[in-house]
Nanobody, 121 residues
């Protein structure tokens, strides 16, 4: 499975962006999908994940109430609202072999190219 994240950009604090994650070569409809982010000089961190049917989701405390992960038959989305400068990072989507998500990068075997999100104050 090859994934690609897109939809990043530059936005002012308080603004919104919606990221999308799509798979090529085959679908990821049977896989949980996670969103992670990595800021310069920091480790990659968990943001959110969604189970294969979308019934189960989880969020990092830092984004809870501001970000929403969802999916349809073709893509997985990360709706980001009330953005803060500390949300600035490269955002990655990843598919797990399991139908259920995890907060740990080790559980994800397929990673997409990241998309840059920059939030200005």
């Amino acid at each position: 499975v090859q994934l690609q994240a897109f939809g990043g950009g530059m936005v002012q604090a308080g603004g919104s962006l919606r990221l999308s994650c799509a798979a090529s070569r085959r679908t990821f409809s049977n896989n949980a999908v996670g969103w992670f982010r990595q800021a310069p000089g920091k480790e990659r961190e968990f943001v959110a994940h969604i189970s294969w049917k979308g019934g189960n989701t989880a969020y990092a405390d830092s984004v809870k109430g501001r970000f929403t992960v969802s999916r349809d038959n073709a893509k997985v989305y990360l709706q980001m609202s009330s953005l803060k400068p500390e949300d600035t990072a490269v955002y990655y989507c990843a598919a797990a072999q399991s139908p259920y998500g995890s907060r740990h990068t080790s559980q994800y075997h397929y990673w997409g190219q990241g998309t840059q999100v920059t939030v200005s104050s």
